[in-house]
């Protein structure tokens, strides 16, 4: 065996295989795979293979497509077929809940380039006439590029064609210890002997977290148990056959659960477990007896599935059952990969956790290999980057969560639903006094965060719809009276870091692309990765010329601890602390908000005294050591209280006895977006600059030093300076729309005349000035207010108009009153 390598993968299933050709079409052929046993040995033998692109997300529908054109390359590369067959994918709606799914997820299809289209009843009958027909059909999506690949076929192609590179694979060579070496690079214990290299990636499949466990890690995945089940031979599908005609399109309908597409002549049935009859594998160790082996046979857990199914395709009860193919695959709690750099660990990349290693193999290979070969994904990964879980995801939470996802994976969907698995879990002290409010609640990063309130503890029942709700009048009042008067938030799982030290000032103007606060201010500032793009958004506060407070979102604890952390300088020179858990924040915000604090605090509120984006340490009631930061994401005069977090209940219960009301996360949503202000993973995003984000007045090229204008250097400004050189990038606007019972979310498409020219990054309700208000990314030459735009909403173009800077307060004359 090499005893070094530039990359070693580890595991041999379709996600290494892709892993290791992706690194050889980037160049990278020293490359050498270590699988314990066989190439497909693990959870790839038994895999459907199917390919399926239906997913309300741009930049996840930018993936799965990506698999399937990799996939399609690879087979005319070899020049002999790997099973891949494009027959298409029909789902059935037979819900309202179903068909406004559907119609809402037509738009992002679009925005993103996936070929599909909405059909009518009478269409779905025409496209699967094995379906029996039912008053209840309201429609169905074809997805005319979904299908399947020979998962086998497809593993051994992507290795062969990696080894014709000059990749390496060792098979029967388990890999057994891991060291990190004072040089940085990684050693590897095998069985057959030691193999060093510089970086590391673990795709082991099914054994993820024991395999983690070696480095510390401690992965939020669990193996669960899916099986189908092939029929004899059809005699309908093997007349199709028999006279040329093309295969069905793979069948999903809601009211059996499962999926159906032809195998050979005969059918294919995989049934989704409920969440009661699902059952978890290996949570902590796969056993060693267990290798390509099936599980016995569990129909008790899907007999209703089946049931269901013979009503709804009679075809598939007429002939008899060959096989039955059951056995583990990996699942995470929010049904997406961990893929991307591990935390704490340089040079370690994860490909774990895949919830079928066929339809994310081609996209995951392909994003590593640009990742490590050129030091950027070429995408934004973060819905699937491993460092989007906190440290909260502990084994029995991952295990409940993953009954949950996987127990609801045939269910309409609804952007933004809570599910109330595995919670609450975390909460902070003032947890009760806010239910007691009625307080409806959503979760970050594992904390209880309000959404909403309701009037009263037995009417706070989580409510999610397409379409108008009930609450919505409440959410609206939260928003008037927030604007009018006053109101406050709890946002204490907000992240905290504090960074300190010698060197603290040239290190984060190192990062950052704006310049740093005087001391006693505060500035909004993005940390860029090397392409321009935004990796962090953080409000810095300056206390001291070497002490700072850096303030972010929730869910990106442990993303930009560790992206920081990666960037430290090894002197020593600067200590950067997470005080996340010991910190708590209470946003009060509103016109009176001046007058409610006043008699809490001996600081002097004035303007004067205490300007806009400024901070001051103090007293708040009874609570000392408080940051009072002014700054509000409502864009109203307001406060954010920054304290200690066993004065959080204090704190609140001040507030609420001073007569003021909180607010939850849908009224702040609203505010931010009649402000136009950017919010982290759609407006601030690893693929979109801040000149894109129309940001720039965050950014400071050169600052004034002793008098004179000198030139910063900071990560990513070669590639702004390009940017701004070449001009013509796309844009950021804000667009009033108007309100049809159906809001504006995120990721539609946006229309110029009859062309597609761009997409949604975030949107929704203004409670305030009832219409719907979006951001959009459009080409620089429509960028003008008045420009006119048509959104492609819920199947509908609506009309949209580009507003100038906002539509509420463009001058943000209320925040500095």
Avoid at 156 to 180: F, P, S, V
Avoid at 189 to 194: A, F, R
Avoid at 211 to 230: E, F, K, M, S
Avoid at 724 to 739: A, H, I, W
Wanted: hydrophobic content about 35%; glycine content about 10%; some cysteine.
């Amino acid at each position: 065996m090499k005893s070094h390598a530039k990359v070693v993968v580890v595991g041999g299933g379709c996600v290494g295989a892709s892993i290791l050709y992706g690194m050889t079409q980037h160049g990278e052929t020293d490359v050498v795979m270590l699988e314990r046993t066989t190439l497909t040995s693990g959870s790839t033998w038994h895999a459907a293979g199917l390919l399926v692109t239906f997913v309300r997300s741009y930049n996840i529908s930018k993936m799965t497509m990506e698999t399937i054109r990799i996939y399609g390359e690879v087979e005319e590369k070899l020049g002999n077929s790997v099973g891949l067959r494009k027959v298409g994918q029909l789902r059935v709606a037979n819900t309202e809940k179903r068909w406004d799914e559907f119609q809402s997820y037509i738009s992002i299809a679009e925005a993103a380039g996936v070929p599909c289209k909405l059909l009518t009843p009478e269409e779905v009958a025409e496209a699967h006439p094995l379906l029996a027909q039912s008053e209840n059909i309201r429609g169905g999506i074809l997805h005319t590029e979904d299908g399947y690949v020979n998962p086998a076929d497809i593993t051994m192609a992507l290795a062969k064609l990696a080894r014709d590179q000059g990749a390496t694979i060792y098979q029967n060579t388990e890999a057994q210890a891991y060291e990190k070496l004072d040089n940085g690079h990684w050693k590897v214990t095998t069985d057959k002997g030691d193999i060093t290299c510089e970086h590391l990636i673990f795709a082991t499949g099914n054994y993820a977290r024991e395999n983690a466990r070696r480095v510390g890690l401690d992965l939020p995945c669990i193996p669960i148990v899916h099986q189908y089940w092939t029929t004899e031979t059809v005699p309908e599908l093997a007349r199709r056959r028999k006279e040329g005609l093309p295969e069905f399109p793979i069948l999903r309908d809601e009211d059996y659960g499962a999926y159906l597409r032809e195998d050979v002549g005969g059918f294919q049935f995989g049934p989704y477990e409920f969440e009661k009859d699902l059952k978890l594998f290996a949570e902590d160790k796969v056993p060693e007896d267990f290798g390509a082996d099936l599980l016995p046979e569990d129909f008790d857990a899907v007999e209703t599935q089946w049931e269901r199914a013979l009503e709804r395709v009679p075809t598939l009860g007429e002939v008899g059952i060959k096989a039955n193919t059951r056995g583990p695959f990996q699942m995470t709690p929010d049904e997406l990969p961990l893929c991307g750099p591990a935390p704490g660990h340089d040079n370690l990349w994860l490909a774990e956790g895949v919830p079928g290693g066929i339809l994310w193999g081609g996209t995951m290979g392909e994003s590593l290999a640009r990742w490590i070969v050129h030091g950027d994904p070429g995408k934004d990964m973060s819905e699937i980057d491993p460092r989007r879980f906190g440290d909260y995801a502990s084994k029995r939470w991952t295990m409940d969560k993953v009954r949950e996802t996987w127990g609801t994976h045939m269910d309409a969907h609804v952007p933004g639903e809570d599910f109330p698995g595995a919670r609450p879990m975390k909460t902070v002290p003032s947890y009760d006094l806010l239910t007691a409010q009625g307080a409806v609640w959503t979760s970050f990063n594992g904390y209880e965060f309000p959404r909403w309130f309701a009037k009263s503890l037995e009417e706070a029942i989580p409510e999610h719809s397409f379409r108008r709700t009930d609450h919505m009048e409440l959410v609206q009042e939260e928003v008037r009276r927030t604007r009018e008067d006053a109101g406050f938030i709890e946002m204490s799982p907000m992240t905290k870091f504090t960074v300190r030290g010698p060197g603290a000032v040239a290190w984060l103007d190192s990062i950052m692309a704006n310049k740093l606060p005087k001391v006693g201010r505060m500035t909004l500032a993005v940390a860029l990765n090397p392409r321009g793009g935004m990796e962090g958004e953080y409000t810095i506060v300056r206390y001291a010329e070497d002490d700072f407070y850096l303030v972010s979102t929730p869910n990106g604890q442990v993303y930009n601890w560790d992206y920081l952390s990666r960037l430290l300088p090894a002197d020593g020179s600067v200590v950067m602390t997470d005080v996340s858990e010991q910190m708590g924040v209470i946003a009060l915000a509103g016109p009176n908000s001046r007058d409610i604090l006043r008699p809490l605090t001996d600081n002097d509120l004035s303007n004067a005294a205490f300007p806009w984006l400024s901070a001051q340490m103090g007293e708040v009631g009874y609570a000392k050591n408080v940051h009072l930061l002014r700054v509000s994401y409502t864009g109203e005069l307001g406060w954010e209280l920054h304290h200690p977090i066993g004065y959080n209940r204090h704190l609140v219960d001040l507030l609420l006895k001073a007569g003021v009301k909180p607010f939850g996360l849908e009224a702040l949503e609203s505010m931010r977006l009649e402000k136009s202000y950017r919010a982290i993973n759609r407006e601030i995003c690893k693929d979109m600059t801040p000149y894109e984000a129309d940001l720039g007045r965050f950014v400071a090229l050169k600052e004034k030093i002793n008098g004179a204008f000198q030139e910063r250097d900071f990560i990513g400004k070669e590639a702004l300076l390009k940017q701004k050189e070449q001009g013509g990038c796309n844009t950021l606007v804000t667009l009033k729309l108007p309100f049809c019972d159906t809001s504006v979310m995120y990721d539609e498409g946006v229309y110029h005349g009859d062309a597609l020219v761009g997409r949604v990054t975030s949107g929704g309700f203004s409670y305030y000035m009832n219409h719907d208000i979006a951001m959009a990314l459009v080409p620089q030459d429509l960028t003008a207010a008045g420009t006119k735009f048509q959104v492609n909403i819920h199947n509908e173009m609506r009309d949209a108009e580009v507003v100038d800077t906002c539509l509420y307060d463009p001058t943000s004359a209320r925040a500095r009153a």
